[in-house]
């Protein structure tokens, strides 16, 4: 940006005082050299408020001494300019003075004090109107200064907010993780000490498949993004451990089906957490439960379908503290913010439907 900036100083001042020299004016070194003031003036305001005086206001929040310098920038640039124009304004005039000539005596003299009065007053004219436009100008060129310093200034900070979001969520995304797997291992702690109590065989294969379930939690849950078949594989994994504990009463049906050769990614551990929540409260001690979890996928969509009887737990319970589905719609909001679908609740059937639809798109 710098760079661009130093060139089109130069080509201001080598440029436009082409553009004001007349036709009719004498095409010389000296003209061009006259007209090129006022460009060098502008290139200087610009450049010591781009470079200097804009940085250390921006810098010391202080406006008024940005202000400041530049009515006193201007006004000795305006009292130059004044000098300048009058010098300009002879040296325009000098060869039309030398060359007219009066043949009469007294006429002449009368004609040369007429002719030097007018001379007087369009010499004031044209450097108090030439003066006035060039203060214009500098003042242009001190803003130009200012709106190019504040659209960088505002692009920057856009930009380190940009920069601060996405370290934000990837530190919540990391954190979120962290929390899950705690969470996760206490309810399936729970699940292998009540196991314990009525087979010690049945737990040992349980400790088994609860190995397994924390391999797959050690390694994946630290990237970013898993293939949806290792997620669809720890799923079952967890299903048929849940299976172990529950009683007849309870009817599981799980439909997982991701084909084996499937790469589409997805975020760790996403849906753990609404599965744990269909054991949790989808289940009585006596009465007829059901719980049916399908997972798939379509040339569109990722689709998670879970539906569980509903048996709210009693408000004694505090186990879980209900987080698992705050988590849940805190990742989906950080990691497909605006581009999921989630319908969740209890429906007319009496059952309660969790049903999470994730474009494939965006994975």
């Not at 250390?56 to 009515?71: D, I, V």
């Not at 004609?111 to 004219?125: A, C, L």
């Amino acid at each position: 940006m710098n760079k661009k900036i130093i060139i089109a100083n130069i080509a201001l001042v080598l440029i436009l005082p082409l553009m004001f020299i007349g036709p009719r004016e004498n095409q010389s070194l000296e003209m061009y050299l006259m007209k090129c003031i006022v460009p060098l003036l502008m290139a200087f305001v610009f450049c010591i408020n781009y470079y200097k005086l804009i940085p250390q206001a921006m810098k010391k929040y202080a406006r008024h001494n940005l202000f400041l310098s530049n009515a006193i920038i201007l006004l000795l640039c305006c009292t130059m300019l004044v000098g300048w124009h009058k010098l300009e304004f002879n040296l325009y005039h000098k060869e039309k003075a030398q060359t007219e000539v009066v043949v009469k005596g007294q006429e002449t003299a009368t004609q040369h004090k007429k002719d030097g009065k007018g001379k007087d007053r369009e010499g004031k004219r044209f450097w108090l109107s030439a003066s006035i436009f060039d203060g214009l100008n500098l003042i242009f060129a001190a803003f130009v200064a200012y709106a190019i310093r504040s659209s960088e200034q505002i692009n920057s900070l856009k930009k380190r907010q940009q920069e601060a979001e996405v370290a934000r969520q990837q530190a919540e995304l990391k954190g979120l993780r962290n929390q899950i797997s705690p969470h996760f291992l206490l309810n399936t702690l729970n699940n292998i000490y009540a196991l314990a109590a009525i087979s010690p065989e049945r737990t040992q294969n349980a400790v088994l498949q609860l190995s397994n379930l924390l391999r797959h939690m050690l390694y994946d849950n630290q990237s970013e993004m898993v293939t949806l078949r290792s997620e669809a594989d720890f799923i079952s994994s967890y299903i048929d451990l849940m299976k172990l504990r529950l009683a007849h009463n309870v009817k599981i049906e799980a439909d997982i089906s991701i084909d084996k050769s499937s790469q589409t990614m997805v975020a760790p551990l996403l849906f753990i957490s609404l599965v744990e929540n269909a054991f949790k409260h989808g289940v009585a001690g006596t009465e007829p439960c059901t719980i049916s979890i399908s997972m798939h996928e379509t040339d569109e969509d990722i689709v998670c379908n879970i539906i569980n009887s509903n048996h709210p737990k009693q408000s004694s319970d505090r186990s879980g503290h209900g987080i698992g589905l705050q988590l849940v719609k805190q990742r989906l909001d950080a990691i497909y913010p605006k581009q999921y679908k989630w319908v969740k609740g209890v429906m007319e059937d009496g059952m309660y439907h969790s049903k999470i639809s994730i474009p494939r798109s965006i994975t």
